[in-house]
């Protein structure tokens, strides 16, 4: 199984920006490939962005499209969330997450970090 670490997150005030990484480690041979999720208070997790394994295919929420970015570094195992033009309603613990299959990353992943905070003040 893969496992995966985010680092990033923060305090930031609306109109901010931040970058969440990812790493991951374990069976990273295989082809995996990775999104970002999101939960906030009192709220279900809910899809943010999703990256196939070469990067070549990204896929979004409505509610980020124009302002967040997801890449990756497949020489360093990371995947990345540039979040611009960012607003109290971002505010959440974000997760990554792996799954071989670029459909199914987007709804039922088979691995998850740990999550990691960010609080977007107004």
């Known amino acids: 199984q893969v496992q995966l670490v985010e680092s990033g997150g923060g305090l930031v005030q609306a109109g901010g920006s931040l970058r969440l990484s990812c790493v991951a480690s374990g069976r990273t041979g295989i082809t995996y490939a990775m999104a970002w999720f999101r939960q906030a208070p009192g709220m279900e997790r809910e899809f943010v962005a999703a990256?196939?394994?070469?990067?070549?295919?990204?896929y979004y929420a409505d509610s980020v499209k124009g302002r967040f970015t997801i890449s990756r570094d497949n020489a360093k195992n990371t995947v990345y969330l540039q979040m611009n033009s960012l607003r109290p309603e971002d505010t959440a613990i974000y997760y990554c997450a792996a799954d071989p299959h670029f459909v199914i990353v987007r709804s039922s992943p088979v691995a998850w970090g740990q999550g990691t905070h960010v609080t977007v003040s107004s």
């Open positions: 990256t196939s394994w070469s990067g070549g295919s990204t």
